[in-house]
């Protein structure tokens, strides 16, 4: 009975677990956390339903293909955020020095490309956290 209710549960929660991930990421310019804290939420989030499904039905909703995709494209994307500094001239990261339009204060998009490089360093944490999970598992068996 209690792994009937256990199971119900964290399939109850987890979405809203995901999205406050989600969240997180999003709005990592605006308040304190961003891209980590949200990274790590999402990434645990998977976590626990690999503990509770068992590790086989949590491959089988993101496989460990998916993950090295994700997480080679949150490194990727970071670096392409990184270049548009570079491309305009000015230095890696650069944000307002290279022109790039920076918002309204306080609004979604506000602080120029941090939205977009918070998003890739999000999914690359959420991506290094399952996988790392994934692998100390395999190992225990």
């Given at each position: 009975?209690?792994?009937?209710?256990?199971?119900?549960?964290?399939?109850?929660?987890?979405p809203f677990?995901?999205?406050?991930?989600?969240?997180?990421?999003?709005?990592?310019?605006?308040s304190?956390?961003g891209?980590f804290?949200?990274?790590?939420?999402?990434?645990?989030?998977?976590i626990a339903?690999?503990?509770?499904?068992?590790?086989?039905?949590?491959?089988?909703?993101?496989?460990?293909r998916?993950?090295?995709?994700?997480?080679?494209?949150?490194?990727?994307?970071?670096?392409?955020?990184?270049?548009?500094?570079?491309?305009?001239?000015?230095?890696?990261?650069?944000?307002?020095?290279?022109?790039?339009?920076l918002?309204e204060?306080?609004?979604?998009?506000?602080?120029?490309?941090?939205?977009?490089?918070?998003?890739?360093?999000g999914?690359?944490?959420?991506?290094?956290?399952v996988?790392?999970f994934?692998?100390?598992?395999?190992?225990?068996?």
């Open positions: 009975m209690t792994d009937f209710v256990l199971k119900r549960m964290v399939a109850l929660v987890l677990v995901q999205m406050l991930g989600f969240y997180v990421i999003f709005h990592g310019h605006l304190p956390g891209s804290s949200g990274g790590i939420i999402t990434g645990l989030s998977l339903f690999s503990l509770v499904f068992g590790l086989e039905r949590g491959q089988e909703k993101v496989s460990e998916m993950m090295s995709l994700v997480e080679s494209f949150g490194a990727l994307w970071y670096g392409a955020m990184g270049l548009v500094g570079v491309l305009r001239g000015t230095t890696f990261l650069m944000n307002k020095g290279a022109g790039v339009p918002g204060p306080g609004k979604l998009y506000s602080g120029g490309l941090i939205l977009l490089i918070t998003l890739g360093v999914l690359k944490v959420a991506s290094t956290v996988t790392l994934v692998a100390l598992m395999e190992e225990e068996e």
